[in-house]
């Protein structure tokens, strides 16, 4: 699926046995795009950015469960872009293995390095394009997500769903990280717009009129 606006354009894939959202961001003026989450079917996300003329300049992993970064061995060969993530999901990712073999994904290839760490508040660029970097735990240690301002735009990763929240009962996850990283969305303006690693978009004001977990659990 596409999206464009003047000042982005926006591709999802849903792929993987978990149905797992992945995207494409770029800049309009200058057709330099990141993929946010490396979660499958890469040489579809190759070969549709080509055929589109953008430039794919980086990864920016939200977080590191296998079925976000399936295809990250893969988009890393093929492309040679640096890899975001945020080292508290270090751990995580050298699991891939075993987190593959437990949610019966086929062996990866070998898995790239991490050539930057992500940190909370720092910025990230592409293109014309700024995102803050907000750190939001609890579904894993090192969930983060991608907040660009001047779009209303949001991308969470698996800490906030249509109605729900990603999961607390994996290794590594934590209700009481939930709870803070959900009460820090709160804070973002009602008119934004999330895009989540699993099911429909939506926005923080939907979520917090409508979603139970964002009135306490």
Not at 23 to 51: F, P, S
Not at 57 to 83: F, N, R
Not at 106 to 134: C, W, Y
Request: proline share 7%; glycine share 10%; aromatic share 8%.
């Amino acid at each position: 699926m596409r999206e464009t606006s003047p000042a982005s354009t926006i591709l999802t894939w849903v792929v993987g046995p978990l149905q797992t959202s992945i995207y494409v961001i770029a800049c309009t003026r200058t057709n330099e795009a990141v993929l946010i989450d490396a979660g499958g079917q890469a040489q579809t996300v190759l070969k549709d950015l080509h055929d589109q003329g953008l430039t794919l300049k980086a990864v920016w992993q939200t977080h590191a469960h296998i079925d976000h970064i399936a295809g990250l061995p893969e988009i890393a060969q093929a492309s040679g872009v640096p890899v975001y993530m945020h080292p508290d999901d270090m751990p995580l990712y050298r699991a891939a293995p075993q987190q593959a073999q437990m949610f019966g994904f086929a062996a990866l290839g070998d898995l790239p390095p991490i050539d930057h760490d992500l940190s909370d508040g720092q910025t990230l660029t592409v293109g014309d394009l700024q995102a803050e970097v907000l750190y939001v735990p609890g579904h894993s240690p090192g969930s983060v997500g991608f907040y660009f301002k001047e779009l209303d735009l949001f991308f969470g990763g698996d800490v906030l769903f249509a109605g729900s929240i990603g999961r607390v009962d994996l290794p590594g996850s934590s209700i009481e990280q939930m709870r803070a990283s959900l009460e820090r969305l709160k804070r973002l303006p009602d008119e934004t717009r999330v895009l989540p690693g699993h099911g429909p978009a939506t926005t923080i004001g939907q979520e917090k009129r409508f979603n139970p977990f964002m009135r306490g659990f």
